[in-house]
């Protein structure tokens, strides 16, 4: 995740420069979404980014209420007590 974070910010820091002036890339174009190619970068990291953290929480919920259902389990055959 950490990379992630990081390739942003790097992303971010030479759209900065881009903006103030120090590089030139706004020649260059990305076709049918009139945006610069690190606006477009920057986009699809950050869309990225969200989807991984959402994959991430989901699987620790999935994980959380496997265990949740094996404590439960475990209590019930405590309370059944001794089979016959």
Known sequence: MIWWVLG??????????????????????VPFLNASPLSVLILLAAASLLVRMLWLKRRRRREFLEKKIRDLESKLAALAGPEV
């Open 8 to 29: 942003l910010t790097i992303l971010s820091v030479l759209s900065y420069l881009t903006d103030v002036g120090v590089l030139n890339l706004d020649a260059v174009r």
